[in-house]
Every structure is written in C-alpha cells, then in structure tokens.
C-alpha cells in the first residue's frame, strides 16, 4: 500500500471539506449514518427523506431500503466521517502556499489577517494578537476610570443646577409672596377708602336724620301734653296732630329708603388667572345699577322679607353658588332648555359668559367669561334661547346691544346680530325667544318695545310697542317667552304681563303693584309658559314666582309665605326665593329659577 501514489499524495484541503459535505442539503454532515447500500446522509436530511414512510430510496443509486422500526436512528453512525469531522481545520495538511512569507505551506486560515498561513507566521501572527489584545485590554481598563470621573463629573454638574433651581424657586416664591402682600395691603387701603366714603354718605344722611329727630321729639312732646292736659281739643285739631304723624313717618321711612338706596355693598372678587393681581374691590348696590333707569321703591318691612332661610326645603333642589369657576354664578339671569331636554343653558351675566348643564345640574362647558365687545366676548348677557333645529344658542348680548349666535355642539361664537353700527338699533336687549318658524323677539328694553327678526340672516321683520301704560305699550319690556301660538312679555315698570298674537295683536293682560295674593307684582321679571299654557312668572322684589291660567286668572304663589298673601289654597309649595329673575319650564313640568339676590344659584323643583 505504501508503493500506491494514492496514499503518497498530499490531502488537499478543498477536497477533503468536499468529501465531508451531505449530497443532500450540501453543508457539513451533521450526525452522519450509513444506509444499507453505503451512501451516509445526515440524520436530519434522513429525517426528511423518509418523511414517516416505511421505506426510504437512496438520492445516489436509486436503491429501496425498509427503516427499521426503531425509525432512522436506528441506522448506524459512519465514524470516520464523524472523526474527520472532529479534527479541527489547522491540523490537516494544505498544498497551498503561505500567503505571508510565501516560502511555506500554508497550515491554516489566519483570523486576525484571514490568510493562508504557515505555523511560523500564525506564530508571529499569535505574538501580534497577544500584544494588540494587551493594548485594548489597557485602553478598557483606562477607558472605565474615565466614564467613571465622566459620571462623577456630570452628576456633581446636575446636583449643581438642581441648587440652582432651588435658589430660583426660593427667589420667585419670596417675589411672589411679596407681591401678593403688597397687593393685600392696597387691597385693604382701598377697602378703608371705600368704607370711609360708605361711612361719610351715611354720617351726612344720620345727620340730617338728628335734625329731623329733634323735631319729631319736639311734636311728639307737644301733642303729649295737649292730650294729657286733657284740652278740648277739636276733632280737627286731632286730625291734623294725625296728619302730621303721618307725615313724620314717611320721612323715617324716606331716610331708610334713601340710606338703603345709597348704600353699596363691598364684594371682593378674586382673580386666579393672573398672580400678578390677588383681585379687585367692587361696589355693588342693593338694586343693581344695571337695570338702566329703573327706580326701585323698598320700604323698610323688606328688611324682613329679606330674611330668607336659602337652604332649599326637601324636595328642592340647588345648584351653584357664588364664584367664577364652573358651576359657580355671579348674578346668573336667563336660562334655556334644549329642544331634545338633554341640557340646560345658563346666562352667567355679570361673569359675561353661558354655562352649559346637563338637565339634571351637572356642569359641562362654558364660554370664555371674557367682557368686551370682540366676537368670542360679551358684556353683561342677560337671556338666552336655543332654535328649533337645537343647533344654534342665541345670546342678548345686553351691553354691547347685539344677539350673539353659538353653535350648540362646540359652544363657539358663529356670527352677531345687531350691534351698534346695525340698522336694527337695539338698545339693550334683554329677554328674548325663539317661536316654531325661527324667528326671534326680543326685549328692546332701552327701547320699549318688542322686536321680530329673521334668525337665518338676522333681518328685521317687524316690532310693536312705545313707552307707555296702554294696551300694546311698554315701560322697559324685561323677558319674553312664546309656546302655543302667544307671546307673554313681563312689563316691569308697569308691574304687569302682556299677552300678545305671533303678530304682535294685543290679546290681554295680567297683573298690577302689590303684594297681596290678588295677582299683584312688584316688577315682574322672568316669564315662562307650560305645556298646558299656564303662565309661571318671577314676582321679583316680592320673591316668589305666581302661576296664572291660560286666560290670566291667578292659579298658585310659590314662595315661603313672606308676602301678604293669607289664603294656604294659594300656596301648594314653599320655596324661600332670593330675587327670582330667569325662569323655564321643561316638558316634564320640572321648574328651573335663577336668583339675583346673595345665592346665585338655581333652584329646581
């Protein structure tokens, strides 16, 4: 064997890394076994060959061969191919030449130059690995005492700016709280300014009050002695002692009224939107000074009248109170339901902005409370009114004397109606309403009179009224309503209800000044009409809302009794009201009330 040149050959390298390829997948065998007729195949190519047959055919010759039942595991192992499997590609010898030094054989692929190398040059090569791995090694361990200094480095730097941080916090918060200080302090000068002005007006009217005083004593004293000195005095003489008692108490009376008039409550309104201003100091006078020439009479028993129990009685509901934030009112007015019931619209006023409610009294959104005359501003909005299609809400814009339509959806300003530079000539709307047919009336107040207008496009259709007391006349129209073909029109300065045709025709008329339980008013305010066609009025300075008949024949007073009324038939349910100003009606019979006075709430029930 040793004569053969077949063994005398040198192995070459390729041939043998053929020799070791499976003919099936063509990579190196992995797990090598022999079939009956000698070819070996991988165990998993063998695998896949039987593919759960009994029998499997050879890929090289053709032949058929039974797998035994152990499966293909059980064909033996070829051990010679796995042995040169084992021997690892440098030991076996290679007819090619170093591709370093060129004199050699090659013993194996370099894998720091990926070369064919002889064992001197992979030597060296191994001399050059050992030397560059030390240098990285070092550069590592350099490397990490670096990033750590870095770390230390930019963690000081951080704590460095926190400090900083603190110090600026320290200096705004010292700034802050002196300047909310400062403005406390000129809040309470200004507060002393307007209590000495309060006091002063006061002081002038006590003094002239001294005066009257000392004469009344004087009277009182005289008439004394005529009656105990037991004179015969004439049956005139008594009358006119009468008539001068008379006289001297409407003048205390007069003195109250005018002090009472004259006398402007304090309130101080907080500002959280802007720190720079803690708030503003503002007079407010017991009859608004809004409600542009009108002259409130008070005499001194509503003193008592005002002495309300404001916490609602079971069954009555509350909602909100005094403030700027959601579900908070300063003097809330009119108010509105949406045609599908589902939400209520409240005209916050003198917080210049609607209020969007759930029916049930659950806050959702609200406009931006901004005063002035811009598109998305108002100032001092007094009614409210939703169309027939329940997409649009339409404001009376009093102050800037002007509608202002919103879309029901996104609560956003979409056009004005009026204003003063418009041929409609508004002169502080006030109530307004909207019938089946889209067209709006509306209380022209400064005007005295009653507007119709085109909601579509804003144009004027027609109006009816003059200031007057008249059938058809007016003395400041307050708040309208329309249900079931009528207008009801509250006439406030002529303590009264007008009930007019779509057409503006004159039907009839409720009411006159007083208190009693006669059908009485003492300015009536908001108005609204059930589905029965009961008329549900706001009795104002009286606090109590009146229902009326159809025909205008008083039905119920809602109050806590504190008028003159005597008759319990008349009074089926006691609500304390405070200034009752903006009423509606849903079509379940659930009464919604806006108060003017000290609650700014709304009472259901």
Not at 298 to 312: G, I, T
């Amino acid at each position: 064997m040793a004569s053969n040149p077949e063994f005398r050959r040198v192995v070459n390298y390729t041939d043998l890394e053929a020799l070791l390829e499976c003919p099936l997948c063509l990579d190196r065998f992995d797990q090598p076994r022999l079939i009956p007729c000698g070819h070996t195949y991988c165990t998993k190519c063998l695998n896949e060959l039987c593919a759960r047959n009994d029998t499997v055919i050879c890929p090289q010759c053709r032949k058929e061969h039974d797998v035994p039942p152990g499966g293909i595991t059980v064909f033996p192992r070829n051990l010679s191919y796995q042995q040169l499997l084992d021997i690892r590609t440098e030991q076996l010898v290679s007819t090619r030449q170093c591709q370093v030094c060129d004199k050699k054989r090659a013993f194996s692929d370099c894998l720091h130059c990926h070369k064919a190398v002889c064992l001197d040059c992979k030597q060296m090569h191994r001399r050059e690995l050992t030397t560059t791995t030390d240098s990285l090694l070092l550069n590592l361990t350099q490397s990490t005492d670096l990033c750590k200094d870095a770390l230390n480095t930019e963690t000081v730097a951080f704590l460095t700016h926190c400090d900083a941080v603190k110090r600026h916090i320290s200096v705004y918060a010292k700034e802050t709280i002196d300047l909310i200080k400062q403005q406390e302090k000129q809040l309470k000068n200004d507060l002393e300014q307007m209590i000495a002005q309060q006091l002063e007006s006061s002081k002038k009217i006590l003094v002239n009050f001294e005066k009257n005083k000392e004469e009344i004593s004087k009277f009182v004293r005289s008439s004394k002695q005529k009656i105990e000195r037991n004179e015969s005095l004439l049956d005139e003489q008594y009358i006119e002692i009468q008539n001068n008692i008379t006289k001297y108490m409407k003048t205390i009376q007069n003195v109250v009224t005018t002090l009472k008039n004259k006398r402007k409550d304090i309130v101080f309104t907080p500002n959280p939107r802007r720190p720079d201003c803690l708030g503003e100091l503002n007079l407010i006078p017991q009859v608004s000074p809004t409600e542009h020439s009108t002259s409130v009479s008070m005499s001194a028993d509503d003193k008592n009248n005002q002495q309300q129990q404001l916490a609602p009685i079971s069954g009555i509901r509350q909602v909100g109170q005094w403030g700027n934030g959601p579900m908070e009112f300063w003097c809330p007015c009119g108010l509105a339901i949406t045609r599908n019931n589902e939400h209520l619209i409240v005209v916050d006023s003198w917080n210049h902005r609607l209020q969007m409610l759930t029916i049930d009294g659950q806050f959702i959104r609200a406009t931006s409370g901004t005063k002035g005359r811009g598109l998305d501003e108002l100032n001092n909005p007094r009614d409210v009114c939703v169309n027939t299609s329940n997409e649009w809400i339409i404001v009376s814009d009093s102050g800037n004397h002007r509608l202002v339509v919103y879309d029901l959806k996104h609560f956003q300003v979409q056009r004005v109606i009026g204003g003063k530079e418009s041929q409609l000539k508004l002169h502080l709307p006030y109530g307004i309403c909207c019938d089946d047919n889209d067209s709006l009336y509306v209380c022209d107040r400064g005007n005295h009179r009653i507007v119709v207008i085109r909601f579509d496009d804003g144009v004027f259709l027609r109006q009816w009224g003059k200031k007057g007391v008249q059938h058809g006349e007016f003395d400041t129209p307050d708040f309208i309503c329309c249900r079931q073909n009528v207008i009801a029109v509250s006439d406030f300065n002529n303590h009264r209800v007008q009930v007019f045709g779509l057409d503006g025709q004159f039907l009839f008329t409720f009411g006159k000044i007083g208190s009693g339980d006669t059908g009485e008013f003492r300015y009536p305010r908001g108005i609204a009409i059930d589905d029965e066609g009961f008329f549900i009025v706001a009795d104002w300075v009286n606090n109590r809302l009146q229902l009326f008949t159809p025909n205008g024949e008083l039905s119920a007073i809602v109050s806590d009794k504190n008028s003159d009324t005597s008759n319990d038939e008349l009074m089926p349910l006691k609500v304390a009201f405070d200034r009752p100003i903006g009423l509606t009606v849903s079509s379940q019979g659930v009464v919604f009330v806006t108060e003017w006075g000290r609650s700014h709430r709304i009472i259901i029930y």
